[in-house]
């Protein structure tokens, strides 16, 4: 079975195999938010960003940010370092909304 995998995926070792699947969970992740926007836009039909969104923004982002690095691929590491930021900043905008709201 990892035989069969490795010659899918072109890659040469087990490691190599373990960082591809990584890589692959972090791009669903990062897909899945698109499926929790749409679903929440057409639930309320109208255009909606749910918290969950950036959830799965940050955690994609941060795992291929990790597979960008075993890759030592510069743009890779470029792109997801800045959305990482951006997604942080948007939690950080609602945790702050829920606190004044609260008080």
């Not at 959305?83 to 829920?98: F, S």
């Amino acid at each position: 079975m990892i035989d069969w995998l490795i010659s899918v995926f072109h890659v040469t070792t087990t490691a190599e195999l373990v960082w591809v699947v990584v890589g692959l969970f972090g791009q669903l992740m990062f897909t899945m938010r698109f499926l929790i926007q749409w679903i929440a836009s057409e639930r309320q039909k109208k255009s909606v960003v749910p918290e969950m969104f950036w959830w799965f923004s940050i955690g994609g982002g941060l795992i291929l940010f990790a597979y960008a690095c075993y890759r030592a691929d510069p743009v890779f590491l470029l792109g997801q370092s800045f959305g990482v930021v951006i997604y942080a900043r948007n939690l950080w905008l609602l945790y702050a909304e829920k606190r004044a709201n609260r008080a």
